[in-house]
């Protein structure tokens, strides 16, 4: 294929990928472009909600990253007990929605015995919360970015200057896709009226909630997520484009050995102290919380009914959600390959698109079900409806991980395979594929989670009959016993664990690249 | 007799730099030519252009007669021109054993399952590295990942071997093995070879003429005996005092 | 060689579209596939309702039973949430997918009738129900009540103190102590709408402006106000009486009281039922609307934790039931229909300023 036909097919394939993920929203703000609204979108109130939202967003990828890198470093590089599990399980924060954490620490805030813990609060209070929960993103970029360093570098930095130098070198390397996750988690946060709901925090994710739920104004709603959207361009943008082109860092061939995590018994130690910690605060004191009344009053019998009948419909929609956003973003990261613009111009439009509030899509998705022919039913008003939304939402998550990893790999494993003619698809089943492993189990797992804490989408879209237990949760606790609600969430994590668990046994299935 | 490789006119540029201009080179069958250069004088370009992993703008590349590439345009893709490459990475796919690498190697012969395991085996056996048939490159010391790279290449029983410096980070003595083991199975197999490289221990080694890559074309292409008694360019004459042990 | 990789990627959604699409939801009626709507014609109704899942639950399944007809439940959040069904029910207005919009109050209910959503029913199961909490145009019917209730902590408010109208949320000495859920939202949306009816603009604007001036803080829902009255954190808050009777079967220490007995009286919000115009299930629709609005379902919600008033007068009231009968309650004056036309006008200038302005 000629140069210019490549460039093409690039531009055509990344458009089309950009255009499925950017779709849903389309109906709500053509809609909002063509109208006069009566009620103005800049009013002081909503000036003041957007410095609350920037700052929420610094705040929580300043939190993320501070913690996320250095733990994502450590995890990656030192080896300590049941190191595998403990890191999959640093995905735990982002399964519960930031509503039921915040529930769970202002729960702990009433307990005499805590007290004396300062309760989380206001803007403060959000930093802390979602700051927290959204670790993961940053962590699971470093631990992945970890992996493309050979043991030759380590070895060499070790040597020159102990592991120190090993730290600093590994954090240069993995800082530019930390910064650019970090960003991806700031921004999430910004379409979250959960914490700053609970916490009296007036940000521009409540204020659109506000206009769509309070107003019925669909008009105002669209022309605040407008605003908002540029707003996250004109902030993410600038970051993307210094940090993209540390993203692209192909590896040599040539890799005598990767690295492997060492057992180095401070830093080991500290490394496990960490994963532990940041579990610990990041979501088994919040659970804690949320749980207490089960002690009171468990109901474990019927929370495991409302489980078990769930249980389908949510491993639909969060799994499909997982392929979808890995599929796409693997068709993106493989497009945008070998252009900085594509990717530059897929992550900028990405990143928007996830600053806005999921009943955006959902609510156009859901207008454009309404006036599609019953035909087309399968596609637009079925549980494939619900996974395909989720899955393009957080899209972006799982495009930062490919990219990351489709850039890695060496353009000569290609070369080779043109030489002694091995068909592209042979090429990717049994080179291409195996060797973006970990990018794709990273970022099913990332979206599995992320897809299952979203419930205003699945909300909006299940089909009736069809409830997630998620929305389950939220449906069922303004008025049923605290012990159920809290029976349900433990058990929810619970499952989570469990599969998790057995996740971790995964790794064995892959071929291991050093002994 | 018609060379097995002949390029004329080969004009390409690498980003705004132009590294081959107009450069003809021929290959004749069971030649081992080493190509020198300077730096960035386009001697991979060179290499890649011949095996059809990259395209001339300009010019036409003839593999056994047959026209391969023409004026930008590739006509014969590069599994079936016969030629086998040696990458300065060496290129092994890190997930599959040595086995896997060689036997994903022969996926473009379409070989019956029997042929191939017989293929596998030769080449194998032919680099001396049976033993090391399960294992997986990233276990395997720098001159064992050579052998495999060149068991995979060999498997397909190429008409013409190009090696891009593929033996940086050897020791002498592993490197000198590995020269031996080529020169070796050249001499059973009678195919050609092209080595880029700037080490006169690996020409003396494997080749039996040189050519120097300079200013974009071939400056000089001749047996080894006459570049030694009469270097036309300034790295043919250095060359020559390398061979003949004069620093 | 990368170019060529994503065609076979082209291929792979597909693949996995068609299994996804092909995959049927838990119930026996998937909404996927193009037969679906003629089975259900003959056995489902797809019911929206923002009664809360563990009160309408029973009441559908009870009607399954009784009529065979399946029921698919799609019950709704807690108000600030999510989006809500009314949204959903908007968003599907052309080809809807419910058949009956089952609404904790008649707000939403009028809310989807100026939209064009639901159709006017008038089911002969309605007779005995006080039309004066119902729309005019039959096109939402209410039945089984809550009210509007001061909910208190009994370790930090005495009996000599609890509070006895909504103002005193307004006295010193609950200054900082009080709480309410988000009036932009829900039934404290409705009572807010209520009050400007029953005190006017002015008195009401100015006993919102007394509750700022008191440190009243606004909370996320009802639910929320519950348990933070019952943990302490507040002393007093305004919620509804289902709310209340949860904490109270659960041995939370709070206690609480009908506001404005000897003034406006207490807001009495009561479910209301839609008919939603277009649904695929017409005819079960109408069965669904006639079975809520029996005086057995008004009697089995009055007993079920939601402990709801029958606004039937008839209707016996189960031993222990802990609130008073509507008949015995002093309810506020209001114009239910033009509740929800109340409630635009002053959510988008009043409220919403108010909110905003809110510490």
């Given amino acids: ?515 | ?247 | 060689m990368k170019c060529r990789l994503l065609t076979l990627f082209l291929a792979i959604p597909f693949a996995a579209v068609g299994t996804l699409g092909c995959s049927r939801s838990s119930s026996p009626s998937g909404p996927g596939s193009s037969g679906s709507n003629e089975m259900s014609a003959s056995g489902t109704v797809v019911v929206y309702s923002s009664v809360d899942e563990v009160f309408a639950q029973p009441i559908c399944k009870q009607f399954e039973q009784d009529t065979g007809i399946a029921v698919e439940l799609v019950p709704d959040t807690e108000e600030t949430k999510s989006t809500g069904l009314v949204n959903r029910l908007i968003a599907e207005k052309e080809r809807p997918r419910a058949d009956v919009f089952w609404s904790g109050d008649p707000v939403r209910a009028a809310i989807l009738k100026s939209k064009g959503v639901s159709a006017p029913y008038r089911s002969a199961a309605a007779d005995g129900l006080p039309m004066e909490f119902s729309d005019a145009d039959h096109h939402w019917i209410s039945f089984s009540a809550r009210a509007r209730v001061i909910v208190y902590n009994k370790d930090l408010v005495p009996d000599d103190k609890k509070p006895t109208s909504i103002h005193d949320l307004a006295d010193a000495r609950f200054k900082g102590k009080a709480c309410l859920a988000n009036p932009l939202f829900g039934t404290t949306s409705m009572h807010a709408a209520a009050l400007f009816q029953a005190l006017g603009d002015e008195e009401a604007k100015k006993f919102f402006q007394s509750l700022v001036d008191n440190g009243a803080k606004i909370l996320s829902s009802n639910g929320e106000v519950r348990r933070r009255v019952a943990n302490g954190e507040y002393a007093i808050g305004l919620t509804d009486t289902d709310d209340v009777n949860v904490a109270i079967q659960e041995g939370k220490p709070v206690g609480f009281v009908y506001p404005d007995a000897d003034g406006i009286g207490t807001l009495v919000m009561p479910n209301a039922v839609a008919l939603v115009a277009g649904g695929p299930n017409n005819e079960n629709g109408k069965k669904f609307i006639d079975y809520l609005l029996r005086a057995e379902t008004e009697a089995a919600l009055a007993r079920s934790e939601a402990a709801q008033m029958p606004l039937r007068s008839n209707v016996v009231l189960p031993d222990g039931f802990p609130f008073k009968s509507v008949a015995q309650l002093k309810a506020m004056s209001v114009d239910y229909a033009t509740l929800a036309d109340t409630l635009e006008k002053i959510s988008g200038t009043f409220l919403k300023q108010w909110v905003d302005e809110h510490p």
């Fill in chain 2, 1 to 247: 007799m018609t060379p097995f490789v002949r390029c004329r006119g080969l004009t390409c540029h690498l980003g705004q730099q132009l590294v081959l201009d107009g450069a003809d080179f021929d290959v004749a069958d069971g030649e081992s030519v080493a190509l020198l250069g300077s730096s960035g004088s386009g001697k991979s370009t060179l290499l890649r252009v011949i095996a059809g992993l990259q395209i001339a703008e300009q010019g036409e590349v003839l593999i056994a007669g047959q026209q391969a590439s023409r004026d930008g345009r590739l006509l014969i893709p590069p599994h079936r021109r016969g030629i086998a490459m040696l990458f300065q990475d060496l290129a092994l796919w890190p997930n599959l054993t040595v086995a896997g690498n060689v036997c994903l190697g022969l996926a473009g012969l379409r070989l019956s399952r029997d042929e191939c395991q017989n293929r596998i085996a030769h080449a194998l056996d032919g680099c001396k590295i049976p033993e090391l048939a399960d294992r997986r490159p990233g276990t395997l010391s720098g001159g064992q990942q050579q052998r495999v790279a060149l068991a995979r290449a060999l498997a397909m029983q190429p008409k013409l071997l190009l090696l891009d410096e593929p033996f940086g980070g050897l020791d002498l003595i592993t490197k000198q093995a590995v020269l031996l083991q080529i020169a070796q199975l050249k001499s059973q197999l009678g195919f050609a070879v092209i080595l880029v490289t700037h080490d006169p221990v690996e020409v003396r080694g494997l080749c039996t003429s040189l050519a120097v890559l300079e200013g974009g074309h071939i400056a000089e292409h001749a047996p080894m005996d006459d570049i030694t008694a009469n270097p036309q360019t300034a790295l043919g004459k250095a060359f020559a005092r390398a061979m003949q042990g004069k620093g």
């Fill in chain 1, 1 to 515: 294929m000629g140069h210019g036909a490549k460039r093409i097919l690039r531009w055509v394939l990344v458009g089309a990928v950009l255009c499925v993920a950017i779709g849903p929203s389309l109906p709500l703000v053509v809609s909002t472009l063509g109208q006069e609204s009566p009620r103005p979108v800049w009013t002081d109130a909503f000036s003041r909600s957007v410095q609350t939202t920037l700052w929420l967003g610094v705040g929580v990828s300043v939190v993320s990253l501070l913690i996320g890198l250095p733990l994502g470093l450590l995890a990656a590089l030192y080896r300590f007990p049941a190191r595998w599990p403990l890191v999959l399980f640093q995905a735990l924060p982002l399964l519960l929605p930031s509503f039921l954490l915040c529930i769970g620490w202002s729960n702990l805030a009433a307990v005499t015995w805590t007290s004396w813990l300062p309760a989380p609060d206001g803007l403060a209070g959000c930093v802390f919360v979602m700051g927290l929960q959204m670790v993961p993103l940053p962590f699971f970029a470093t631990w992945a970015a970890c992996h493309n360093l050979t043991a030759s570098q380590i070895d060499a930095s070790r040597l020159h200057g102990g592991d120190k130098s090993v730290l600093r070198l590994s954090a240069r390397a993995c800082a530019p896709v930390a910064i650019v996750a970090a960003l991806l988690a700031g921004t999430l946060s910004l379409s979250d009226p959960g914490a700053p709901l609970i916490f009296g925090c007036r940000s521009m994710a409540i204020e659109i909630l506000t206009s769509f739920s309070a107003l019925f104004d669909y008009d105002l709603a669209g022309r605040q997520c407008l605003l908002l959207a540029g707003w996250v361009l004109l902030l993410t943008a600038p970051v993307l484009l210094v940090g993209l082109r540390w993203l692209a860092a192909a590896v040599l061939a040539r890799q005598t050995r990767p690295a492997v995590p060492y057992p180095h018994r401070a830093l080991s130690r500290i490394a496990l102290a960490g994963v532990l910690l940041v579990l610990f605060v990041g979501i088994v004191v919040p659970t804690f919380g949320l749980c207490l009344p089960a002690a009171q009053n468990p109901m474990i019998g019927r929370a495991a009914a409302k489980v078990g009948d769930t249980a389908s419909t949510t491993l639909i929609f969060t799994g499909g959600a997982a392929l979808v956003a890995v599929l796409f973003a693997a068709t993106v990261a493989l497009a945008a390959s070998e252009s900085s613009r594509a990717r530059l111009t897929s992550l900028a439009v990405l990143f928007a698109l996830l600053a806005m509030p999921p009943a955006l899509a959902a609510i156009g998705v859901s207008r454009v079900a309404t006036h599609s022919p019953q035909h087309l039913d399968w596609l637009t008003r079925s549980p494939l409806t619900v996974a395909l939304i989720l899955g393009l939402r957080f899209l972006p998550v799982a495009t930062i991980s490919m990219m990351r990893a489709v850039a890695s790999l060496s353009p000569s494993w290609t070369d080779a395979a043109r030489v002694h003619g091995v068909a592209a698809p042979r090429l990717f089943v049994r080179v291409i594929l195996p060797n973006l492993g970990s990018a794709i189990t990273v970022s099913l797992l990332l979206v599995t989670v992320l897809a299952a804490a979203d419930i205003t989408t699945t909300h909006l879209l299940q089909p009736p009959g069809a409830q997630s237990l998620p929305v389950a949760i939220f449906t069922v606790m303004a008025n049923s016993p605290e012990g159920l609600v809290a029976s349900l969430c433990l058990l929810y994590l619970l499952c989570v664990v469990l599969l998790l668990a057995a996740a971790s046994q995964i790794p064995r299935l892959w071929p291991r690249r050093v002994a």
